[in-house]
């Protein structure tokens, strides 16, 4: 029930009912209980503080804030003890013990410019890991890129020897057919003459017995005439 009357408290804080917001507080503070209960009461004590202020209970708040102060684990934590500064400061300004306003006041001071400055430093230190971290991003991400340009290089090199034994492979090819076809073209045309000078020469031997034979008949027809003359002159003679 304490994280209730925690959420209950502020709700009537923040509706400046602040004697049901301290009920409420002292009800979450009586029923705390389990593994977190001091931080839940010291929790709880912080927002009772607020409202004693606001109320205008000053002696009450200073009781609180003086348990608080008391406890060293607390005060070790630096936005605590902050609170506390500034609750102490705030609260003794009520009572109107200005010297004492004044000395929390500057302790909160000092120790939240301490804070603002480590803060500084560290904001730095992590804005110079995160500029570090940027820079070896950055030279990772370059050479990446020069080795992905240096192996699409080896890749185009690779692939334009391809290319080019490809191509010298294909005009070998194309040179020796081009040569194999001349070569035969010019058996074929040697081959032709040959075939055209035999038949030339089978045209000529075919005309000559064509010839003698016309001449051995035209013989044959002259000694038959000649016969046939002689057999029927005589005869008629006779």
Do not use: C
Not at 124 to 142: G, M, N, R, S
């Amino acid at each position: 029930y304490a994280g209730y009357y925690l959420v209950e408290g502020m709700y009537y804080h923040h509706l400046n009912q602040y004697k049901k917001a301290l009920t409420s507080f002292d009800n979450g503070i009586v029923s705390a209980n389990g593994p977190n209960k001091i931080y839940r009461i010291q929790e709880l004590q912080f927002f009772k503080i607020k409202s004693l202020i606001a109320a205008k209970k000053f002696q009450e708040a200073k009781g609180v804030l003086m348990t608080l102060s008391a406890d060293e684990e607390l005060m070790s934590l630096d936005d605590s003890r902050l609170e506390i500064y500034a609750d102490m400061s705030e609260t003794y300004a009520g009572l109107g013990n200005m010297e004492q306003a004044y000395i929390w006041n500057k302790r909160y001071s000092e120790l939240s410019d301490s804070l603002n400055a480590s803060k500084l430093k560290n904001d730095i230190h992590e804005l110079e890991i995160k500029y570090k971290d940027a820079e070896k991003q950055k030279k990772i991400t370059k050479l990446e890129a020069e080795k992905q340009k240096s192996v699409l290089s080896s890749k185009n090199t690779h692939l334009v020897n391809w290319l080019l034994g490809i191509t010298s492979a294909f005009l070998l090819i194309v040179a020796i057919f081009i040569l194999y076809y001349y070569k035969n073209k010019g058996k074929l045309a040697k081959q032709r003459e040959i075939n055209y000078e035999q038949q030339i020469k089978e045209m000529e031997q075919r005309q000559q017995l064509v010839t003698t034979k016309a001449i051995l008949e035209g013989e044959e027809r002259e000694r038959a005439r000649v016969a046939r003359d002689l057999h029927d002159g005589l005869g008629g003679m006779l």
